[in-house]
């Protein structure tokens, strides 16, 4: 499995990083090329990468490349558990401590307000790098408060994973709308002793992601303008809510998935268990690979809304410099390397990851081998970018906490906005 190929390399990785060089704390300054982002010869030198630990197989060779060619300058990786909540924990406490371990960070774009308001990372000179040339809503996440605290890695969207050779024999098209969704989930999976439906619905940032794709898709918001004002007393967001109660409710989510995270729910599907699941683009690859039971005999299409398309989440990583960085000039240059077309291609072909790099998903060679980019880059051009706000962690476990109830139906939808309005409306005024 993943993560245990990834938990043996973290021991391992951890163990030969060097510590005891002397941080500078903050220090870059946007909108210049030199300053520490330059290339004076005292703020180059070895590096760390830190990054979630789950799907990273690819890296090591891109590294070795990097590492070869850059003897003095030398990149470990260091690699943390695989849940977004548990990685953002584990960097926060390490940058606080003020510690100089972890050098360029591999931030989930949810995260990267938080990081950049509470000054753990240093804004970036954008002429540095060919932010043109990246999709323009992912370059977006990657800014706070007008300045540049990342580049952009990897993208992320949702996709409504299918079950192509059941619905197949049962003469019915992949779903457009909720009502296709709910129709086939509850009559057809049962004859084939499958699932109906899974997300990603564990207490954690995935169900964050998950209830606002459904509160958007439902044409609601949960927040607007950055996080300062508080929309999801409404309607719209009531029905987001009560299309994944009513799954529940119904039996076409069953109970186990609301234990799922990524890798359960994947699995979940590949093992043959789900006629329908939400996840990431990477799930492609793996469903495809040998030893999956639904190799060839499964399709994707855009996640559907009430009467048509609905709206995903914008997901991704951005690639930050610690403000304690023992040498930020390389840890530009990684920054540039790992962005750069070469890799950002093997990001895709290599590492099953959407590239930020816009070309790339109209390369007819790479449509070709994965069929499902035009379709991901519709969602990734249409889908909702986390607030900007810098307690983005405490809106995000509201609003787990909050659907928690909804799917265990211990709330109904309209007692549910109810309380999300007040505590979101608490953690704004707070600030
Ligand atoms: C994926 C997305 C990320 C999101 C996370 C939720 O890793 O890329 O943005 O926060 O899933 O589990």
Redesign the pocket.
């Known amino acids: 499995m993943r993560w245990m190929r990834a938990a043996g390399r973290a021991l391992l990785v951890g163990a030969v990083v060097l510590a005891g060089y002397t941080g500078f704390g903050v220090r870059a300054d946007a909108g210049a090329t030199s300053g520490a982002f330059g290339t004076a010869s005292g703020d180059r030198g070895p590096l760390s990468l830190v990054t979630?630990g789950d799907l990273t197989d690819y890296l090591p060779p891109l590294l070795d490349d990097w590492n070869e060619a850059h003897p003095d300058e030398r990149v470990t990786l260091v690699e943390l558990p695989d849940?977004?909540d548990e990685t953002r924990a584990q960097m926060i406490s390490e940058l606080r401590s003020g510690r100089d371990r972890f050098d360029v960070l591999n931030i989930?774009?949810?995260w990267t307000s938080e990081f950049a308001a509470a000054g753990l990372i240093s804004p970036l000179p954008r002429d540095r790098f060919p932010l043109d040339a990246f999709l323009r809503p992912v370059v977006d996440t990657a800014t706070f408060e007008g300045r540049l605290y990342a580049v952009p890695y990897?993208?992320?969207a949702g996709l409504l994973y299918y079950r192509k050779d059941i619905l197949d024999r049962a003469g019915e098209e992949p779903p457009r709308t909720w009502s296709d969704l709910v129709r086939q989930a509850r009559t057809i999976a049962p004859q084939y002793g499958l699932d109906g439906y899974a997300g990603?619905f564990l207490p954690?940032?995935?169900l964050?992601?998950n209830v606002t794709e459904a509160v958007h898709s439902a044409g609601g918001s949960v927040l607007r303008d950055d996080g300062a004002r508080v929309s999801v007393d409404s309607d719209a967001a009531r029905a987001g809510l009560r299309f994944l109660a009513d799954g529940v409710r119904d039996g076409w989510i069953s109970r186990e998935a609301l234990g799922y995270?990524?890798e359960e729910s994947r699995q979940a599907f590949q093992d043959g268990r789900l006629l329908f699941l939400r996840n990431?683009p990477y799930v492609y690859a793996d469903a495809s690979a040998e030893g999956s039971k639904i190799a060839g005999r499964f399709g994707a299409v855009p996640l559907p809304g009430p009467d048509g398309p609905g709206t995903s989440?914008?997901?991704?990583?951005n690639l930050a410099v610690s403000s304690h960085a023992r040498h930020p000039a390389s840890a530009a240059d990684l920054i540039s390397y790992l962005t750069s077309e070469r890799v950002q291609r093997q990001v895709l072909t290599k590492g099953s990851l959407p590239p930020v790099r816009a070309a790339l998903y109209e390369d007819p060679e790479l449509v070709r081998a994965y069929p499902y980019l035009p379709t991901l880059r519709q969602s990734l051009l249409s889908a909702v970018p986390?607030p900007k706000s810098p307690r983005y962690d405490q809106v995000s476990l509201a609003v787990q906490a909050v659907a928690q109830d909804v799917m265990a139906l211990r709330q109904t939808p309209e007692e549910a906005t109810a309380r999300l309005a007040r505590e979101l409306g608490a953690i704004s005024r707070r600030g």
Request: overall charge negative; hydrophobic content about 40%.
């Open positions: 979630a849940s977004a989930d774009v949810a990897v993208t992320n990603q954690y940032e995935g964050t992601v995270k990524e990431w989440v914008l997901g991704g990583s986390r």
